[in-house]
């Protein structure tokens, strides 16, 4: 068996040669973008979310699972819903949650007395939220953290999270519905075949 | 004051002449002439700890798993598969206890017994063939650990145990599935202060009895129980009690889960996050083998470690505060003078021009190690000067570990400062005599009299403080020493067995090793050829045929600490 | 504005508010178009209805070193013109001179007869009989001094069918202050500070905006002016304020071991000849200062921009005037070879020898593209350049391929991609990589100036300059072409005006304002109509429209540079698969439209033919 050798000539037409017809082509495409995003109502065919306007509210546009500024949920009590069992600061990669346990002599027994989140350490990858036992700290508040004037004005404490946080009625224990059977169907956008 | 072992220990300066000393694998000793019982270091009622075959005694050999081994006569079989690695899972079952049997958890299939057995109970014979890993025997073990879990609330997130916990080890090597139980657990009492240091949850109990056993065999005192029946079984304290006895947080060690916790370890930090460093406690003569367990250069407790030629399992709840005389923010991390902070080489400088020519006073410390101790003798040889040894003073003892001497190194420092009769009733009456120019203190517990500090007033007073106390604010030059947390010493205790203390984290600022601040001293007054306190450790070792802390010294990466969070080494 | 609309029904509001005025207007002007094909009334006439003739030009300015004026006498009327006794007559006649002229003679309709005269300005030195008449009470003008001239005025007179005709002819010597340096300046003010540095401002801004939107980008938006509450957008154009007071501010960094004195002087000689380059470039034909509302002529146009009682829209009437060009855009070079000589950085000088060996190279192609427009017109003066592309027709007509090398090497000398290699962004990033804040800026600005520089020089040498197709210097040639100019206009202002309307809510008061001056404007094409308006327009306005030309012609090509610098670059630059979002786009179910691969292919060739042949 020998290996065929296969000659591939690259034909060039006089019209490739000239080289104008394309690049008038070329233009003319470029030209027909600029015309139809400058003249067409609204944005044409710009797809950018303009993040920061005022009349543009970006919640509307990321996605649930976005992660944002962290946020402590509360009880029907209105106590925090940590327990201070230090799962996320310990799977924490950026070491940026540092809690300090008191006892809170009642049921609840352990609580954080301080649950500091440096937030200029924090790298938004969500590990806190998915190690929580008790879904107490969440990422899903859809803010990205402000710039601060100061270093200790991003270093977030029990309080400050919390007044993001909401109730939670997530029964502790892991006796929630399975995500999987009452997950919506999925985004017939997604359905589309690139074909 | 501390003056009792000057009849026994002969006045030789460093190094200590081991050979009169018992080695540490003698298999029984006793106190060496001290002022004090007789000690039997074992615990009592305690099995025969070793499966090794013994020289003298018939061995039996049994096949476990289809391997056959060699044991001693007597041995149970849980013991002999962990002779061939086979770590058969338990919880009532305890080395330093007697065994109970009663959480069926280490079931295992022998041939010729139609049921299962508990392997901690059976016996060895000959000929005996056991199957750890039959179908029978795994599934046993998940359906008694689903029993177990029947009833246990799984508060993991708020339990202090979480990470070191049996149950939750057991649990994730042998079952991992999911609960099949949908009636409602049994609610017992939590959070109930059952004693001076310890927190009882009951609900988490698993019932072992394990607690139950250290009570009655160890202190003796027996003050915990089984109340109720069935389901509602609790464990509790008799009537009238409190779980107050001097060796009550050794229950919180034997508890495989989180049901006693200690009030001091309590919610403080979890586990996991802590780094283990084989020590010595420095509490009293005794030198229990313990665990320091800390973080970030903090100690957060103390844990026995097993030593069955001193401490057998356990150590005293009052050996367990020693660490808090680590507190990061009492340290002393700078040489000071006349409160100034200086450059440590000034500071060595100015004390070694202050003790030539002078009338010193040389006061060993029995709480510093013998390292330090040596150094002081070849620097008092080397300047001349009258010998003092002060240490902590004498309190309660008992016959099982605590120790009256308080100090960790009273033979070591009498080893080295030799002949000493004087402690601080004398020094005091000479300082305010004005019989000195100098004094130099090793080290300092924080409880001088009053009379020997106005007697350092208008003289040289040099001491190696590691932290803040009255003696340092009151001496003019005071050098930056290093605890017993930081370095790598040694200890005699009051059996004549080198015990080792280990560094668990490098020391702050200029501190350093006593011996190694008096080495800078010897060297700034001209001596050559000054020890290290590593050479000296390394004398010790080989005089006293220490072969683990010589194995150590030469591969020093041994030395540091281990990460509970992957070593799993407690629970 | 559809306020009104609310109470109609639903569904016909609706209807409606879809349905924009402006296409309305759209709709009535088109359905008007063919009706202005037909002509429209005769123009009036322009100077002197009675005589149906008139003088081109019809005030005769002589200077010193004028050469003999030709003027023509212009029979306007439908009757042959009979003219007899021609002579001079005034104060200073004898110093003027008929040279070659018919004296008398019959002209057919539409005809023209050409007196030439030429005056003898030595007979004008000093003193002389024709003092000025000084009124009571004023002060006495300075006394003339032997060697200077003094003011000669005389007259051409004839008889034209009997009536008396007289026109003026004057002898002037303005001072050189008001001659030369006072329009100069007032020229040099007004084109760079009126028109190119706003332009290039703009340009910078331009640039981005429009490669964002031929990329399907935003673009710079977020810049605004604020007056109080009130902050205005502007579709991102205050981003040039922006950057400037950046740049103003940034730190001022000069190397270690840079040259100093080099390295603060190369953005000067990078910069300055981009600008001195335009003192050769006609931006509008001329201003006659005494008749800016009369209708005149060609030739008085031409007699103002040749000094005599006008200036031309030329800062320099330099006959070499291509050459100069050349001589200062090679000045340019030493800019950026200085620049990177002396920004002591391997990088910079790498970029500085290919700039250089770019600029020099491309000026070539520059110059034979210039022979064959030279050789057409005859001649290298830009504003005669001009003027002879009114007379035939414009270089794009005569020479298709020149324009295209011409812009090609144009695009080449102003180091702009396809040509980007002496900037070299991914790779070296170009001669001033070392330059920072308003150094870095004047770089900047003089690539943008050497834009808007091509662009003109394109417009000038090919595009016809400042002028209007069929419009000469009194206006429109017919009523046709004057409408065909309105509704052209009309409808491009109304076009812009509808797209600004509905680009953007802020763009709704601009572009109400452009759809109703584009209205306007058809509404003067179907005046002209009716009127014949437009044959005979006052000079100011013709000035005007011509300078208005002159700046769309010059903006347009900018735009169309820019457009082919964000479409051809080359391809084997990472991440440029044409417009940003095609790759997503080809994905989605309409497919979405790329630039074709033959195009990217082309201008990837293009690029490295270019380089080979360097």
Redesign the interface.
């Known amino acids: 068996m020998t290996i065929g050798v296969k000659k591939v000539s690259l034909t060039r037409t006089t019209r490739d040669q000239i080289f104008l017809p394309a690049i008038l082509e070329g233009l003319l495409t470029t030209a027909r973008h600029f015309f139809k995003n400058t003249l067409t109502p609204g944005m044409g065919d710009i797809d950018t979310i303009r993040y920061g306007e005022p009349e543009v509210d970006v919640k509307d546009y990321y996605p649930d699972r976005f992660r944002g500024v962290h946020r402590l949920m509360y009880r029907e009590d209105g106590s925090v819903r940590c327990v201070a069992c230090m799962c996320c600061s310990t799977v924490c990669p950026a070491r940026c949650i540092y809690i300090h346990a008191e006892d809170r002599r009642d049921d609840q027994e352990k609580a954080p007395a301080s649950f500091v989140i440096d937030e200029l350490k924090c790298v938004v990858c969500g590990f806190c939220v998915e190690a929580c036992p008790c879904d107490a700290i969440r990422m899903d508040t859809k803010e990205h953290m402000v710039p601060t004037e100061t270093r200790e004005e991003a270093v977030l404490g029990k309080i400050d999270l919390m007044k993001r946080g909401g109730p939670s009625v997530a029964v502790q224990g892991g006796a929630a519905p399975n995500y999987r059977e009452v997950a919506p169907k999925r985004d017939p956008r997604f359905e589309h075949d690139p074909q | 004051m501390a003056n009792r072992t000057s009849d026994t220990i002969p006045p030789t300066a460093s190094p200590p002449p081991p050979a009169p000393l018992p080695t540490a694998d003698a298999p029984k000793r006793h106190s060496v002439g001290l002022a004090l019982k007789k000690v039997d270091t074992n615990p009592p009622k305690a099995p025969n700890l070793a499966a090794e075959p013994v020289e003298g005694e018939e061995p039996v050999t049994l096949t476990i798993d289809g391997e056959q081994v060699t044991v001693r006569k007597g041995t149970n079989v849980l013991e002999a598969a962990k002779l061939l690695g086979e770590d058969i899972c338990h919880f009532c079952y305890h080395r330093g206890l007697s065994i109970a049997a009663s959480c069926r958890q280490c079931l295992v299939e022998i041939d010729k017994m139609g049921k299962l057995q508990p392997s901690c109970q059976v016996e060895v014979r000959p000929d005996m063939v056991v199957q750890t890993k039959s179908p029978a025997v795994l599934k046993a073990r998940q359906e008694m650990l689903e029993f177990t879990l029947k009833n246990h609330p799984?508060?993991?997130?708020?339990c202090d145990k979480?990470g070191e916990c049996k149950l939750q080890r057991h649990y994730m090597d042998h079952d991992h599935s999911l609960t099949r139980v949908d009636v409602p657990k049994i609610r017992k009492p939590?959070?109930k202060d059952i004693g001076r240091e310890i927190v009882l949850d009951a609900e988490r109990c698993i019932l072992c009895s394990r607690c139950i056993r250290f009570c009655e065999e160890i202190p003796g005192t027996s003050e915990l129980t089984m109340t109720f029946r069935g389901d509602h079984e609790t464990l509790d304290i008799a009537d009238g009690h409190r779980l107050d006895n001097a060796y009550s947080i050794n229950t919180v060690d034997v508890c495989p889960v989180g049901a006693l916790t200690a009030k001091d370890f309590?919610?403080?930090i979890?586990t996991?996050?802590l780094q283990a460093t084989d020590t010595t406690c420095p509490g009293c003569a005794t030198g229990c083998a313990v665990e320091l367990h800390t973080k970030h250069e903090q100690a957060y407790r103390l844990v026995p470690r097993e030593d069955p030629a001193v401490n057998g399992h356990w150590m005293c709840d009052e050996g367990r505060y020693t660490y808090k005389e680590l507190e990061p923010s009492h340290r002393v991390q700078y040489a000071e003078i006349e409160g100034h902070q200086v450059p440590l080489f000034d500071a060595v400088a100015l004390t070694a021009q202050r003790l030539q020519g002078k009338k010193v006073a040389f006061v060993f410390a029995s709480t510093a190690t013998t390292e330090a101790n040596q150094a002081l003798a070849e620097l008092c040889e080397l300047v001349g000067g009258e010998r003092f040894i002060l240490g902590r003073p004498i309190a309660d003892g008992d016959d099982i570990l605590r120790d009256p001497d308080k100090n960790p190194n009273s033979r070591g420092a009498k080893l080295a400062a030799g002949d000493v009769s004087k402690h601080e009733a004398e020094l005091a009456l000479e300082l305010a005599g004005r019989a000195y120019e100098a004094v130099v203190f090793l080290d300092d517990e924080g409880e001088l009299s009053d009379v020997v500090l106005q007697g350092l007033s208008g003289l040289t007073s040099i001491c190696f403080a590691d932290r803040r106390t009255k003696l340092a604010d009151a001496c003019r030059i005071v050098l930056p020493a290093a605890s017993w947390a930081e370095i790598l010493g040694t200890y005699i205790n009051r059996n004549g067995l080198l015990r080792v203390t280990r560094p668990a984290w490098r020391p702050e600022g200029d501190r350093k090793h006593r011996a190694d601040l008096i080495g800078d001293i010897l060297r700034q007054l001209g001596r050559d050829n000054v020890a290290t306190a590593r050479e000296r450790t390394r004398l010790l070792a080989e005089a006293h045929g220490h072969q683990e802390l010589l194995t150590m010294l030469a591969e020093p990466k041994k030395m540091r600490p281990t990460l509970l969070r992957w070593a799993n080494t407690r629970g | 504005m559809f306020n009104a609309l609310v109470s109609l029904p639903p569904r016909l509001a609706a209807t409606l508010r879809r349905l924009p005025v402006a296409w309305v207007w759209l709709a009535v002007v088109s359905l008007m178009l063919p009706a202005t094909a037909c002509d429209g009334e005769d123009p009036p006439s322009s100077v002197d209805a009675g005589a149906q003739m008139h003088l081109e030009p019809a005030r005769l300015v002589f200077h010193p070193d004028t050469a003999p004026i030709a003027v023509d006498i212009v029979n306007d009327g439908k009757d042959p013109l009979f003219i007899n006794n021609a002579r001079l007559e005034g104060p200073d006649w004898s110093s003027f001179q008929i040279t070659d002229a018919r004296t008398s003679g019959i002209i057919a309709p539409g005809e023209r007869a050409t007196v030439h005269i030429e005056v003898d300005a030595a007979s004008l030195k000093g003193p002389g009989d024709a003092r000025p008449i000084v009124a009571a009470g004023a002060e006495p003008p300075e006394p003339i001094g032997p060697d200077e001239y003094r003011v000669g005025e005389a007259s051409l007179r004839f008889s034209a069918n009997g009536a008396e005709v007289s026109a003026p002819i004057v002898f002037e010597d303005p001072p050189w202050f008001g001659q030369y340096f006072l329009p100069a300046l007032l020229k040099i003010l007004a084109l760079v500070m009126g028109f190119i540095m706003p332009l290039a401002s703009l340009l910078t801004w331009l640039e981005r905006k429009q490669s964002a939107m031929m990329q399907d980008r935003l673009g710079p938006n977020m810049a605004a002016l604020g007056f109080g509450k009130v902050k205005l957008r502007l579709w991102g154009i205050p981003h040039f304020i922006a950057d400037g007071v950046k740049m103003l501010f940034k730190e001022d960094f000069i190397p270690k071991y840079a040259h100093r004195a080099l390295y603060s002087l190369a953005p000067l000689f990078a910069f300055a000849p981009a600008l001195v380059v335009f003192a050769i470039m006609p931006f509008g034909d001329a201003v006659c200062y005494d008749h800016l509302g009369d209708v005149l002529s060609q030739a008085d146009v031409d007699q103002c921009a040749d000094g005599r009682g006008g200036t031309a829209l030329q800062i320099a009437h330099i006959d070499v005037g291509l050459l100069y060009y050349f001589a200062i855009a090679s000045l340019a070079t030493y800019g950026t070879a200085l620049a990177g000589w002396s920004s002591y950085n391997k990088w910079a000088i790498l970029g500085s020898l290919r700039a250089s060996a770019q600029m020099i190279s491309y000026e070539v192609a520059i110059g034979l593209t210039i022979v064959g427009a030279l050789l057409v017109y005859g001649t290298l003066e830009p504003h005669a350049l001009v003027r002879a592309q009114m007379d035939s027709y414009w270089g794009i007509v005569l020479q298709p391929v020149g324009l295209i090398l011409f812009m090609t090497a144009g695009i080449a000398e102003t180091k702009r991609a396809p040509f980007d290699l002496p900037e070299g962004e991914s790779e070296i990033i170009g001669y001033f990589i070392e330059y920072s804040g308003m150094r870095f800026g004047l770089f900047f600005l003089a690539e943008f100036i050497e834009v808007i520089f091509m662009s003109a020089m394109v417009a000038t040498l090919f595009l016809g300059g400042w002028s209007v197709p069929f419009m000469g210097a009194h206006g429109f040639e017919t009523a046709w072409a004057a409408q065909l100019f309105l509704t052209m206009l009309g409808l491009g202002l109304t076009v812009i005006g509808v797209g600004a309307w509905r680009a953007s809510k802020h763009g709704e008061t601009f572009g109400v304002l452009l759809v109703t001056v584009g209205s306007l404007h058809l509404f003067g094409a179907a005046y002209s109509l009716f009127t014949g308006w437009g044959t005979a327009l006052p000079h100011i306005l013709v000035i005007a429209i011509g300078l208005l030309t002159w700046g769309a012609k010059v903006f347009i090509l900018c735009w169309v540079q820019l457009l082919i610098r964000w479409t051809l670059r080359p391809a084997d630059e990472p991440g440029l698969e044409g417009p940003a979002s095609a790759v997503d786009r080809q994905h989605r179910p309409d497919g979405g439209d790329r630039v074709p691969h033959a195009a990217r292919g082309a201008a990837s060739h293009l690029a490295r033919f270019m380089e080979l042949r360097r």
């Open positions: 799984i508060d993991c997130p708020i979480a939590k959070h309590r919610f403080a979890r996991w996050e």
